[in-house]
Nanobody, 123 residues
Framework: QVQLVESGGGLVQAGGSLRLSCAAS????????MNWYRQAPGKQRELVAG???????NYADSVKGRFTISRDNTKNTVYLQMNSLKPEDAAVYSC?????????????????WGQGTQVTVSS
C-alpha cells in the first residue's frame, strides 16, 4: 500500500515561517498531482496549493505571494514553504496525492491523504 507522512508543523509567531514536507512511500509507480489542504476548527477544508506532475502550481488567493509549493520527484516528496504566516493560517494541514500504484498485473490510480500536521500561529 501507499502512505503519505507529513512533517514540519508546529507553533510559530505571526510573520514567521514554516516548511511542511509530505513524503509518499510504498508501491508507487508514479505520482500525478500533489496538493496541500488545510482545515481550521469550524471551517471547511480548503485547497491551499497544488502542483502537477509537470510542475505547474496553483494557490489559494489567501496565500499567494506567501506560500510556495514544490516537489522532489526523486524523493516522492512535496513541500510547502510558508512565509509571513498570519493567525488565520492556523489549521491542520494535510497533503493529498494522486498516485499510480503497483497492483501486480495492473496500475491503479488512487487518491491518498496524509494524517495531517498542526500549524499554530500566535499573534
Amino acid at each position: 500500500q501507499v502512505q503519505l507522512v507529513e512533517s514540519g508543523g508546529g507553533l510559530v509567531q505571526a510573520g514567521g515561517s514554516l516548511r511542511l514536507s509530505c513524503a509518499a512511500s510504498g508501491r508507487i509507480v508514479s505520482i500525478n498531482a500533489m496538493n496541500w489542504y488545510r482545515q481550521a476548527p469550524g471551517k471547511q477544508r480548503e485547497l491551499v496549493a497544488g502542483i502537477t506532475g509537470g510542475g505547474r502550481t496553483n494557490y489559494a488567493d489567501s496565500v499567494k505571494g506567501r506560500f510556495t509549493i514544490s516537489r522532489d520527484n526523486t524523493k516522492n516528496t512535496v513541500y510547502l514553504q510558508m512565509n509571513s504566516l498570519k493567525p488565520e493560517d492556523a489549521a491542520v494541514y494535510s497533503c493529498n496525492a494522486l498516485i499510480f500504484t503497483d497492483q501486480g498485473m495492473s496500475r491503479v490510480l488512487k487518491n491518498f491523504w496524509g494524517q495531517g500536521t498542526q500549524v499554530t500561529v500566535s499573534s
